[in-house]
């Protein structure tokens, strides 16, 4: 009898590891911890994040052994398919310079059950916990590919730097708009902007969306295909533009010139001509820059030194339009032009 009982605890025992065993790991396979990442190195204001399938509570544990309630159930469509749900998501809003510089350990738990855990490294600036009062900007060049440069800016509510802008570097030889084509650098396309819709812009449209001008691709007897803007009876202050996002780097052009051809099909009342200019991702801009009466008599080249448009005020690092042109809006109604061969030289 003893045999039998010894062996039967030896059994109880070890059928109770083993659900023991297969408890944690199905634990672990109904959540994580995804954020921070084991390695990584954190520093200001971040996220504990991940998700579990289903818990009443979702705690943090530091290494000191405290523990901090994080938010649960946040929609998580990509766990649906483990889960049976969405609502999976979890996170916890943390300032890492409270842990200090150095390595930690912390772990996920689920109703008090370990789910995950991650080991990373924390960098607490000499200027302590929070930062106040600071202002700062730099530039990351090749990033994040080769010619590619980002713009960083210091955020005092996140105690860190945030990636405010993304420039690319210019392709081919400068093209903007040819045979009604607009380049592919400029991947936003064609498109206006207008006053009578509150300054807001239309878009690949034909000018649908706004209510001062249209534009459409024509055939000029003597260039083929171009594109021809009309303007309204009762226009406000338009103008259409080709633009780029993210903005690009047009650094080498800097001594060369942008240049187009226009044709005049109805000059309405006008008679001081075209206004252009070029942006920089507003409010950085060239500023309006009068260039006279051009394409009365026919088709007429149009250039305009860059070095204008940088006196204007214009960062060529980060242009964000490739041409921006209107007629003087002191007499726009009803005023009809083609324009084609746009491009920037060098």
């Known amino acids: 009898m003893k045999i039998i009982r ?9 059928i109770t590891a083993f659900l023991l065993l297969i408890s944690n790991l199905a634990s672990a396979q109904d959540g994580a911890l995804e954020n921070p990442a084991a390695g990584s190195t954190q520093s200001g204001i971040g996220m504990f994040s991940g998700w579990h399938c289903d818990a009443e509570n979702i705690h943090i544990e530091l290494a000191d052994g405290s523990q901090v309630l994080a938010a649960y159930g946040t929609g998580r469509g990509d766990t649906a398919g483990i889960c049976g749900d969405s609502d999976n998501g979890f996170g916890l809003l943390f300032n890492f310079n409270l842990l200090g510089t150095g390595e930690h350990t912390v772990v996920a738990l689920a109703d008090g059950v370990e789910f995950g855990r991650s080991t990373f490294n924390v960098l607490r600036m000499s ?11 730099a530039t990351v060049s090749d990033f994040p590919s080769a010619g590619h440069s980002v713009t960083l800016q210091w955020s005092q509510a996140q105690q860190n730097f945030n990636i405010i802008s993304e420039t690319i570097p ?14 592919s650098q400029w991947n936003n396309g064609l498109g206006a902007f207008d006053e009578y819709i509150g300054w807001g812009t239309c878009f690949n449209d034909g000018g649908e969306g706004c209510a001062s001008l249209s534009w459409a691709t024509v055939d000029d007897e003597d260039r083929g295909s171009v594109i021809e803007v009309t303007y309204a009876a009762d226009a406000g202050v338009a103008a259409i533009f080709t633009e780029a996002a993210p903005p690009i780097d047009m650094s080498e052009y800097a001594a060369g010139a942008i240049n187009f051809d226009v044709k005049v099909i109805d000059a309405g009342e006008n008679t001081t001509g075209w206004i252009m200019k070029v942006d920089c991702v507003y409010p950085c801009t060239s500023g309006d820059q009068a260039i006279g009466t051009a394409g009365g008599s026919g088709w007429e080249t149009v250039q305009v ?8 005020g214009l960062d060529l690092t980060k242009v964000s339009t490739g041409l921006v042109i209107w007629p003087d809006p002191a007499a726009n109604e009803l005023f009809k032009y083609r324009i084609d061969n746009v491009y920037w030289s060098k």
């Open 6 to 14: 010894q062996g039967a605890v030896s059994a109880i025992t070890l």
């Open 127 to 137: 200027t302590g916990e929070f930062l106040s009062g600071a202002s700062g900007q």
């Open 170 to 183: 210019a392709q081919g030889e400068g093209g903007v708009l040819d045979n009604a084509v607009v380049d």
């Open 305 to 312: 030194p860059v070095s204008r448009l940088v006196d204007g």
